[in-house]
């Protein structure tokens, strides 16, 4: 329910009262200072608030019309939705850009994610040998000569061959659960 002021307050409207269009204007300051936070220029708060009462006045004259909250509410509203429509129009070809870039960010992504997880089980259903291997190699930073001593090759050119095998082995397991990417 409308509180009496306001419902006095909609009556002079009606009636084209300066007095009661003085009065709308201390809606303004809360209006205001909520739109500057989202990046509203002083001057766009202006023009928004003054669209926002050609809307009211304009409602006010239907007589089918019925104000079912709060002249502050209703203003804000309206104010709410001008500005973002202000806003909307004016980034409109920056947002359509920053989207398709960010779709293709997020589809690369998405492809990239899907191919490390590959990755990664693929590498997990290694035998445990391999995985060390390739670990001290890779991760590790060994050489061959260190990694054949570890592990008990009889040269570094065999180490280089297992891993080579443990690599394919690796290839192999991808290519088997990955055949879409």
């Known amino acids: 329910m409308l509180y009496m002021k306001e419902t006095q307050l909609i009556e002079k409207l009606k009636e084209n009262n ?20 989202f990046g509203a220029s002083k001057q ?12 009211l006045i304009n409602k ?4 089918d019309f019925v104000l079912t909250s709060s002249v502050n509410t209703f203003l804000f509203s309206i104010c709410k939705y001008k500005y973002t429509r202000l806003n ?4 409109k070809e920056i947002d359509i ?8 960010n997020i589809e690369a992504a998405v492809q990239e994610d899907k191919k490390y997880y590959a990755a990664q089980n693929a590498f997990q259903q290694l035998e445990e040998s391999c995985k060390k291997l390739l670990k001290a190699f890779y991760v590790e930073g060994k050489r061959m000569k260190q990694i054949a001593i570890e592990f008990g090759f009889s040269s570094d050119k ?9 690599l394919e082995a690796a290839k192999k397991n991808y290519q088997q659960k990955n055949v879409t990417l």
């Open 18 to 37: 300066e007095q009661a269009f003085k009065l709308l204007y201390k809606y303004f300051p809360k209006i205001r200072s909520y739109l500057l936070k």
């Open 44 to 55: 766009e708060t202006e023009d928004v608030y003054h669209e926002a009462l050609y809307v």
């Open 60 to 63: 006010l004259k239907d007589p």
């Open 88 to 91: 909307r129009n004016k980034q």
């Open 97 to 104: 850009e920053i989207e398709a870039h960010e779709k293709e």
């Open 158 to 166: 065999v180490a280089k061959t297992q891993k080579y095998r443990c």
